[in-house]
């Protein structure tokens, strides 16, 4: 079954406002990672936070993580039309397991 | 540059042939795996190896198999393909250690007819 759900599955918002984008997950992690796919692409890993982390910071990228609430979300901020693409959780499991397992994905459009 | 690569890049076959799809990787990683990617269900985990000689299913790994006989290969066989598999198929590789990034191949679309 899916690890991660991500919240909400679209949105759709104005060029240069702020996007927010949530991830919850079921079971204990070791680390949960961002990635985003471009239509008919490939994905691309984005970010990466620790469980021991509380929040990270990449760019335009914020990523928070509340382990407590089994949640995460990531925000981009001043949107740009580039950054139209669909986003991705994903978490490992604690115990040394190295798959990845991915959420369902939010479909971001950044209207201009 | 290192490099993740999957042919074909589309695929059409009948109901009920074998299927092979390629993945060939130069990062020299360890973890390979492969996912199907459906509307509705994201990517779900078909198949993963940790190394030569190692693999294991994955959550929906019926219908599926692999072989990992060397570090850059792992090729995802469809034994009967069915109408069911027609879907998009990625394959990722990653370094040891559970706090690396996963590199993802560009996909193989494939159609079952």
């Known amino acids: 079954s899916q690890q991660g759900e991500e919240d909400p599955q679209a949105l759709s918002i104005q060029e240069g406002e702020n996007a927010t984008m949530n991830c919850s997950y079921k079971t204990s992690i070791n680390n949960l990672q961002w990635y985003r796919q471009n239509s008919g692409r490939g994905l691309v890993h984005l970010i990466l936070?620790?469980?021991?982390?509380r929040e990270k910071h990449s760019g335009r990228l914020r990523v928070t993580l509340d382990t407590s609430k089994k949640s995460s979300s990531l925000l981009i901020t001043a949107s740009r039309a580039a950054d139209t693409a669909s986003y991705f959780c994903?978490?490992?499991?604690?115990?040394?397991?190295?798959?990845?397992?991915f959420g369902q994905g939010t479909r971001l459009t950044i209207n201009p | 540059d290192a490099e993740i690569t999957q042919s074909p890049r589309h695929k059409i076959t009948e109901t009920g042939r074998q299927v092979t799809l390629a993945c060939h990787q130069t990062w020299n990683h360890n973890n390979m795996f492969w996912y199907r990617q459906d509307l509705g269900h994201g990517l779900r985990l078909i198949h993963y190896s940790y190394g030569v000689q190692d693999t294991n299913k994955g959550e929906v790994s019926d219908g599926y198999s692999v072989s990992r006989s060397n570090t850059e290969d792992l090729p995802l066989t469809l034994e009967s393909a069915a109408s069911s598999q027609t879907s998009v198929y990625f394959c990722?590789?990653?370094?040891?250690?559970?706090?690396?990034?996963?590199?993802f191949g560009q996909g193989t679309r494939l159609t079952v007819v």
């Open positions: 994903a978490t490992d499991g604690v115990q040394g397991a190295q798959k990845l397992v």
């Open positions: 990722a590789s990653s370094g040891q250690g559970s706090a690396t990034e996963a590199f």
């Open positions: 936070i620790r469980s021991n982390e």
